[in-house]
């Protein structure tokens, strides 16, 4: 299967795309947002892997022809998992928060989370293959994400207006990157439009509660007005403003301490289990 086949995009604005693997069908296929810029395009995540994301872009002519636009696409991970992270290593430009670099340079199967299944690939990229061998493949990240403080807010300009928030929580190097010009935020998985998810091994519930309050604020601010989640649909600032909330409002119940507590005791064993014999 050719990588024309394998996904397919939507234009949501200008210099804006929306792509999609269209054979994974799985609450855990991720939102790959593609973003033209003066400087420097970038790539907010790349899915599995399977097939190639930037011969994809180039056969799709998304980024133009103009003769100035010398620097290569530049792939930020929005944290490490596998959904989000699985196509990074097609890009000479890669990006990441500092928490997370190791993982991804190590190829750490237990820390990207790596669980898929063959009912989530309805059509086989290439004859024979099968689930079970996949592996997030490692890569050396080219930029490291580090914290600037300003304004109280973790930030690195990355395009224009485009700045990397560190949210923790959902895993250790989570980011959102804010369009402060478009008052757009690409929120990975820190936050979409469904259970979050605050029970994986490298999650933690009271960095969470922050993020979320991070996220309040910037609504009470008046500085998101739509969100590009790292799964499903876009959403807007009132809906954002009610799921991060409600998140606040829930963490700190007994029913969801113990509730997370043995979720993450379950998903330990279940990685460690699946990504046992190592890593590619």
Same mark, same amino acid.
């Given at each position: 299967?050719? #990588?024309?086949?394998?996904?397919? *995009? ?63 696409? &530049?792939? %930020?991970?929005?944290? =490490? ?17 500092? #928490?997370?670099?190791? =993982? ?26 099968? #689930? ?5 493949? =490692?890569?050396?990240?080219?930029? @490291? ?10 930030? /690195?300009?990355?395009?224009?207006? %485009? ?11 989570? @980011?959102? /990157? ?6 757009? &935020? ?10 979050? @998810? ?38 807007? =600032? ?9 998140? @606040? ?12 507590? $043995?979720?993450?005791? /379950? ?5 460690? $289990? $699946?990504?046992? *014999?190592?890593?590619?």
């Amino acid at each position: 299967m050719s #990588a024309t086949d394998w996904y397919a *995009h939507k234009s949501i604005g200008e210099g804006l795309y929306w792509i999609q693997e269209k054979f994974f069908e799985s609450s855990n296929r991720a939102n790959i947002w593609l973003l033209r810029g003066s400087h420097q395009d970038v790539v907010i995540d790349t899915g599995l892997g399977l097939r190639s994301l930037p011969d994809y872009i180039n056969t799709k002519g998304l980024l133009g022809d103009d003769p100035q636009r010398k620097n290569p696409i &530049l792939a %930020i991970a929005t944290h =490490a998992h596998f959904d989000h992270s699985g196509g990074l290593h097609q890009f000479e430009q890669v990006g990441v928060h500092s #928490a997370e670099v190791d =993982a991804l340079a190590n190829g750490d199967n237990f820390e990207t989370v790596t669980w898929l299944s063959d009912r989530e690939i309805v059509q086989a990229p290439w004859p024979g293959w099968r #689930a079970r061998g996949y592996r997030v493949k =490692a890569v050396q990240p080219t930029h @490291i994400l580090q914290e600037v403080l300003q304004c109280s807010w973790n930030i /690195l300009l990355l395009n224009e207006s %485009i700045f990397q928030v560190h949210m923790p929580g959902h895993s250790r190097g989570s @980011i959102c /990157l804010h369009d402060g010009d478009n008052k757009m &935020l690409f929120s990975g998985d820190v936050v979409y439009d469904g259970a979050m @998810i605050d029970w994986l091994p490298t999650s933690r519930v009271s960095d969470y509660v922050s993020s979320c309050e991070r996220l309040v604020g910037l609504v009470d601010s008046e500085q998101v007005d739509q969100v590009m989640p790292g799964h499903y649909h876009t959403f807007g =600032a009132k809906r954002l403003h009610h799921i991060a909330s409600g998140y @606040i409002d829930r963490a700190g119940t007994c029913p969801a301490r113990f509730s997370t507590f $043995a979720w993450r005791t /379950l998903a330990g064993l279940a990685l460690r $289990a $699946a990504n046992t *014999h190592g890593i590619c």
